[in-house]
């Protein structure tokens, strides 16, 4: 009697410990690489939805390296100071955010942003031949004009990425180093 209590147990553990996983990687509570939804808190709040949406300020203005580089890289805070030097007000207030801009700024000390887009580290992708081949970067990061806090768009899996390099029109590779090192 007490082996089928103990074999009912492990049974019903197994079941909920399945039930359970299954259920945290579509609700995006695990990160094994399909991170859609993800949106962390950023150390200052940011809004793509002015800055790139109301502003128009280009993508590649910020992000320097797009054009060139496999990394699109975080804007240097001399980027922001461009505008913020002047601007330090929000709606006719002084802005707690644009002033922990400048902090970092004037005591050189780098802001630890969180990156959003991830991808599992055996991946390799280049920012630079997408951005050469012309596509604009809502295709794969969403509409971040219109997002006040940035959330990965898609889920960046091997499928997803593949079925975009399948499409005729894309002419793009398919083989296994494209992506893999």
């Avoid at 359970?20 to 709040?45: C, D, L, R, S, T």
């Avoid at 280009?58 to 890289?73: F, I, L, N, Q």
């Amino acid at each position: 009697m007490t082996k089928k209590i103990i074999g009912a147990v492990i049974g019903l553990a197994i079941l909920f410990g399945v039930y359970g996983f299954v259920y945290a990687i579509n609700h995006n509570k695990i990160a094994i690489g399909y991170n859609a939804g993800y949106e962390p808190v950023q150390p200052i709040q940011y809004s793509h939805k002015l800055h790139a949406g109301k502003l128009g300020i280009d993508c590649k203005y910020c992000h320097t390296t797009s054009e060139v580089s496999r990394h699109a890289s975080v804007p240097p805070l001399n980027v922001c100071m461009n505008c913020h030097i002047l601007v330090r007000q929000v709606n006719g207030k002084d802005s707690p955010e644009i002033a922990k801009l400048v902090e970092a700024y004037e005591n050189n000390k780098p802001v630890e942003w969180y990156k959003v887009n991830l991808l599992p580290d055996h991946v390799k992708f280049n920012h630079s031949m997408h951005i050469k081949r012309g596509k604009d970067c809502q295709t794969c990061h969403g509409p971040v004009q219109e997002m006040d806090i940035v959330k990965q768009q898609e889920s960046l899996s091997m499928g997803w990425c593949v079925n975009c390099h399948r499409q005729p029109e894309n002419n793009a590779p398919t083989n296994c180093t494209t992506c893999h090192y």
